[in-house]
Structure formats: C-alpha cells, structure tokens
C-alpha cells in the first residue's frame, strides 16, 4: 500500500517525489521504471538549457524556480551531509530573431520578462557582432541575451536526485506499467506487466513522452505524443569564441558540449510516434546549413556523435497539462506534455504536484493556465516565441 505511485522515474516523478518528501518524510512513495538505465528517457538526453526567456508568465517563474533548485543542486541533494554537485554552465542564452514578426515577439517578451526580474537585454545586429564576432548577423533583426541562462548535465541531475529520493525512503521499483484498478471513482491500483497490483491513493503520470499511452491505459485520450528530435554533437577545426546557448529564428539550435558542439532542431511535423531512427542526412542537409550560415567557421566541421530523443509534446498548445483530467479519477494526476522546456520545469512542476496532494490546489506558483482541464474548456495557451 503506497500513499503516493509516480508512473515514471524520470526528472518529473523525482522532483515530485522529493517535494512530497521534504514535507511529509513518512510518505510510502514508489516511483515504477521500465528502464533504470534511463537509455531512452528525456531526462537523461536532454540539451538541459534552463532559460528565463518565455512570454508567459508562469513557464518563466517556473525556470526561474529551475534556477533556483538547481543552482543549489549539489547542497539540496546532499547525502549524509556530503554534496552531490552538478555541472551547471551558466554560459548565457541567446535568442536571434531574423524576421519582423519574431523581433516584434522579442520586444514584447523581453518587457515582460525583465519586469519580472529577468536579466535579459536586446542587441541589435552591430551590437551582436561586437559580441560574436565568428557570427553572421547581417540578417538577424534583433537579438535577446540572457547572461546568467546556461545548461547543465542531465544524467548528473537524474541520477544525484534518484538518490536523494531512495535516501529519503522513496523505493524505485523496476516494472512496466500495464494497467490500473479502479473503485469507487477512484484509481486505487497500478498493474505492472507480470500481473503484480501495487495499492495506493494517488498516482501521477510522469511519463513524459510515453504519457498519452498511460492515459489510453486509464480509458482516456490526452493529446501528448512523442516528437522525435535529434541531436548532433560535432567539432570543428577552428577556434569560436565562447558563447551561450543559440537558438536561431532560421530554426537551429546550436551550444558549447565538451571540445565541439550540440545542435537539435524541431520538426512539428514529425510528432505523433517513437521513432528512435537516427538520420545523419539530417545533419548535413539541414542542421549544418543553418549552423554554418550562422557561424562561417562552422563550414569545416566532423560529425562525431548522434542521437534520438523525444519530446512529450502536447499537440493542445505545445504547453504542459498539469493536474487532473476532467471526467477521470481526482486521484489521478497529469503531469507532462513538457516540449523542450520540462527540464528546467521539473522542480516547479513537482512542487506543484506536491501541492495538489498535500494541499488540494496550488499554493506558491498558480499553474491554473495550464491545468490539463484546459483541453474540455477548449481554452489554449500557446506560448508565442521560441516554443520548444
Ligand atoms: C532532445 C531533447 C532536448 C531537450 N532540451 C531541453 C532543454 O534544453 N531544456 C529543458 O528544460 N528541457 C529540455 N528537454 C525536455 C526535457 O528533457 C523533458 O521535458 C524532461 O526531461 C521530461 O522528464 P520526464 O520525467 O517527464 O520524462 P522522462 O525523462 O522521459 O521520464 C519518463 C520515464 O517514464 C518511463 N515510463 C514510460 N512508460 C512507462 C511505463 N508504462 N511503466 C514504467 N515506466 C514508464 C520511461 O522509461 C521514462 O524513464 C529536451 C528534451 C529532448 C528530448
């Protein structure tokens, strides 16, 4: 019998877990795994940038939560008084805006994120250049830095948090989920494959990508489907200046990894199935054009390393659904649909989860914007800009 079952033992059923933890150290919580090696888990492959630079309001004090939590990763994490650090880059993030319409989204974004305490300024093209000097900037209209923005290592993070959790009396089960048992208008068990039945009183979906599958599970249609998305580490020969993590109105991202490079982009158009296929094509047909349009030293470059992830996309907003799903079980709780942004969400968004089970709502951060409920209400809630 378990107070508490996250389905999925990723950044997201961690953090939830840990908040539940650090206020209520005797809750049984079981977090159940089908792959404790985290080989195809967006936790464990993400670009783990953390920004503050959104246009609503909630997804940017959720970063800056982000900021927060994993700025003091290594002390809050602390096992037996001993520091797990975590390699946090604070590298800077720069968004590039190559058409009107994006410039405008800049402007408009950057208002609102510095008065809300965001350090974030525009550069126009003369102004980047002096900056990044390797970069092409004759076609970019208005660039948006964010100095104290970077990424962080991912793996370190899941892992450092799986421990403190197991430490805390959390158990991480290995098993797949297959099913649920409900009674009364509640759910009050999860089938793993094999037949095993864990009882509990609540169960959170953080399944990430896998999420709209758990759903169908419980009877019902969440519109969350896995975007695949591959990353591409190269090196070049010659030497760039430092620089943050880019992301190109022409639709690439590119930042420092290590001796060489990292550059992803996403293609909507590709959501709604796994597809772990990697497809080098893809490199020099798409990512490497855009990259070395940017940064002409980039002509000269080796592919040395690639791999496919996906996003849990939500195909509503491309925005999280948080919390119950209306018609469903109360005691069945959402919380996934995270795009590229769910790394730096997840300890806000386990907070959050933490406060619809201890508290019955939402106490620090109003996530209200983005309930799952939202989707019978018909209401959206795009985020304008940069959405993944
Ligand atoms: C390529 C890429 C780049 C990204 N870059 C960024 C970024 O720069 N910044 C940022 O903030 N975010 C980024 N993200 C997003 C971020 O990584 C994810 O939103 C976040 O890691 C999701 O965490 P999660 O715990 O919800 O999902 P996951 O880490 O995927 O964990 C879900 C877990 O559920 C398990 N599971 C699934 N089904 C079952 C089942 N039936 N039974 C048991 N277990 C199950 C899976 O094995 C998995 O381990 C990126 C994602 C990708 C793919």
Redesign the pocket.
Known sequence: MYDVIM????????FSAWHLLQREPGLKIAL????ST?S????????????VLFSQEENLRM?QY?HEVYGNFGDLMALDGEPQPLSFWRQGYMFMANTSEQAEDMATNHALQTGMGAEASLLDATALQEMLPSFRTDDVLLACYSPKDG?LD?YGA?TSLRRKNQALGAEYID????GFEQSGGKVTGVV??GGQTLTTDWVVN??????G??SK?MGFEMPVVP?P???FYFECREEVEPFG?TIDGRGC?VRPEGKGYIT?RTHFERAGAFNWDVNEEHFYNENWPLAAHRVPKFEAVKLKAS??????YSTWDGNMLMGAWPGQPENFLM??G?????????PAAGRAISELILDGGFQTLDLTRFAASRVAEGRKEPERGVKA
Do not use: F, K, N
């Open positions: 389905i999925g033992g990723g950044l997201h059923g961690g159940i795994e089908q792959d985290y195809h888990a967006a936790s464990a492959r993400s670009s783990a940038g953390v920004r970063s982000g990424w991912p899941l098993g797949v989920v297959s793993l494959q953080a399944t990430g990508a896998w999420g599958e758990i599970m975007l998305r591959t990353q993590l991202s992803g791999w496919t992830c996906h996003y849990a919380t996934t995270y795009s590229g942004h769910g790394l730096q969400h997840a």
